[in-house]
């Protein structure tokens, strides 16, 4: 090994595909592993790996701690990675980004500062449970560091006046509750309505959405706990949120949702310290976040720093300005944001996670598998998934992921409290001397609510709730 050369993380990175030959590192070391790309037991998936560090991705499959995968790398190797590109990069202290944290190569950016990603769709619904490390992420700002020994969350609006609560109280006077709960981004999918006409925002594929085990307080047993009684509740409306996170003027991101969700024994709010049984990440809110299961991401604030019991909507720009729907046929010099509500329950989705538009499959092969989500907002359970393979013409039932698939901790959920996704697969034929399938799938919830067919009569100008059939378009070769 004395002998081979060494190479940058530069030249590494150039050979990031089957054409440029496909490098990856290892502990510091080099290896060339385009041959080895068509016989990966794991499928296409390591060229995620392609140009960049192998470690990362291995974390996230625990399948490779083995010594026959390490003795087949070894086959590989062809150089040694320079010294100083093994290392992190220095962090600059002028930039406010400079302390997000690191993230997973895998992840699909949006946008990095502030910090927008989403993993790619093939390993999305790998797992029930999505792996902290790719869950997606959504920044407005930079992710506020936070000691958790300073921390305090206040509540505001109850009759004793200001709560002052550490994160110590949290854990240890309310009983630890934990939920699994999907999180979507209300413009999941945005780039679809992109097609139709150019909206404003990140440009969002199928993958803003991801599921969770979440542990923490009730909000509900913590209001009651500090006061919350019939006569606050005659007059409260909303309650409000507010992040640690700040923007250039002070304020921070906020938002809030309606009281009954709240205070409802069926709402399941949860101030959640613990995503997937461990303390939340940085990027996921650490120390604290609102978990409002079946409830628009927007409204599920990270870096939880006060509650407000009001009569009143968060002033938030986020909830008053943003994240509201509107008519195809408002314009940005038309739309008044006063006339629509908030976004709150998130309609029926689904959408195809294994097969990519534009890619093609094999003649030879004579069934087509077919894979991906489906949710519904407002624990609306969904209990059927539809697809197509001729764009809408003939339907096939997808098969749902029972319980016992899932997990003995994953027991179904009480009626109206469906808060996690389903994943669904379902084979079918290949019918004869097709040159192109149009796969579609569509998801429908126990309010029998389903998906629109198209894009363009929900289009709006914020590009939120696309949540049409979706469909890729797959050639027969
Ligand atoms: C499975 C090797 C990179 C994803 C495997 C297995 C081997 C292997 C030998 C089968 C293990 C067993 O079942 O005993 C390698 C080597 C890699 C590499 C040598 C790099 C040079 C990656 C990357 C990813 C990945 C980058 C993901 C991004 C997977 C998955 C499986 C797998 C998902 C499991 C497949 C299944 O359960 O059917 N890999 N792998 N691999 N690999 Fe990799
Ligand atoms: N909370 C704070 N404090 N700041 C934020 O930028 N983004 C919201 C919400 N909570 C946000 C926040 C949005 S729009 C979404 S979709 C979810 O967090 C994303 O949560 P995740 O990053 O854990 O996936």
Not at 103 to 120: D, G, Q, T, Y
Not at 266 to 271: I, M, R, Y
Request: proline share 7%.
């Amino acid at each position: 090994t004395n002998s081979l050369p060494v190479y940058s993380q530069e030249e590494v990175t150039k050979h990031c595909s089957i054409e440029k030959g496909v490098w990856v590192t290892y502990k510091g070391g080099v290896y060339d592993i385009t041959d080895f790309v068509t016989v990966h037991p794991g499928g296409d998936k390591i060229l995620l790996a392609a140009g960049k560090a192998l470690e990362p991705f291995w974390a996230l499959y625990g399948v490779h701690e083995q010594e026959h995968v390490l003795e087949i790398l070894s086959e590989y190797k062809v150089g040694i990675l320079r010294a100083e590109d093994s290392k992190k990069d220095d962090i600059k202290s002028a930039d406010p980004y400079s302390t997000d944290p690191t993230r997973h190569p895998a992840l699909i950016v949006n946008s990095v500062k502030p910090f927008n990603a989403e993993p790619p769709p093939v390993i999305l619904t790998d797992n029930y449970i999505t792996p902290t490390d790719i869950f997606f992420k959504r920044n407005h700002l930079p992710v506020p560091r936070i000691d958790p020994k300073t921390y305090r969350l206040e509540i505001e609006g109850l009759p004793g006046g200001t709560v002052s609560l550490t994160l110590d109280d949290l854990k240890t006077l309310f009983p630890k509750r934990t939920l699994i709960a999907t999180i979507q981004c209300a413009g999941n999918r945005r780039s679809e309505m992109n097609k139709v006409k150019q909206v404003k925002g990140l440009n969002w594929g199928i993958a803003a959405i991801s599921n969770a085990k979440w542990s923490g307080a009730y909000l509900r047993d913590v209001l009651y706990h500090y006061g919350f009684s019939p006569e606050v509740a005659a007059k409260a409306r909303h309650v409000q949120f507010e992040g640690l996170d700040v923007d250039v003027t002070g304020t921070p991101y906020g938002a809030s949702i309606p009281i009954n969700k709240a205070m409802s024994e069926e709402g399941d709010v949860l101030l959640a310290y613990q995503m997937n049984g461990e303390d939340l990440p940085a990027d996921h809110g650490f120390p604290v976040r609102a978990i409002v299961p079946g409830v628009v991401g927007a409204r599920n604030i990270k870096w939880l720093g006060k509650i407000v019991i009001s009569e009143e909507e968060s002033q938030s720009h986020w909830q008053q300005n943003d994240y509201k729907g509107f008519s195809p046929g408002t314009d940005w010099d038309t739309v008044d944001f006063k006339s629509a509500p908030a976004i709150q329950e998130l309609p029926v989705q689904s959408a195809i996670t294994n097969l990519a538009d534009g890619s093609s499959i094999d003649r030879d092969m004579d069934k087509v598998t077919v894979k991906g989500y489906a949710w519904s907002g407002g624990g609306r359970e969904v209990v059927r998934v539809d697809v197509s393979l001729d764009g809408g013409k003939t339907w096939h039932v997808a098969k749902l992921q029972s319980s016992e698939e899932i997990e003995s901790s994953a027991p179904s959920p009480p009626p109206g409290r469906a808060w996690a996704w389903k994943l669904w697969e379902i084979e079918i034929p290949l019918p004869e001397g097709a040159q192109e399938l149009e796969v579609v799938c569509k998801a429908v919830d126990s309010s029998y609510n389903t998906q629109p067919d198209s894009v363009a009569p929900i289009w709006n100008l914020r590009g939120v709730l696309t949540n049409a059939w979706h469909q890729v378009r797959v050639k027969v070769k």
